[in-house]
């Protein structure tokens, strides 16, 4: 089974520790940005990712 895909029009993510005994994982597991310009993607992708880990981002 492939660890990523979409269907229906929906992306869809598959994630696993890979280690017995965790059934569960909690946390962010990917960004995505659709742009014209590949760096301002890669900027919206970041800032989502720092709103939501409260890292800072560098200016």
């Known amino acids: 089974m492939p660890i990523w895909g979409a269907s229906d029009g929906r992306?869809?993510?598959r994630a696993s520790t890979n280690a017995m005994g965790f059934t569960r994982l909690d946390g962010m597991l990917g960004v995505a940005a659709v742009s014209d310009d590949p760096y301002r993607a890669i900027h919206e992708c970041v800032r989502a990712a720092?709103?939501?880990?409260h890292i800072r981002m560098r200016s």
């Open 50 to 53: 720092v709103t939501r880990t």
């Open 11 to 13: 992306l869809r993510l």
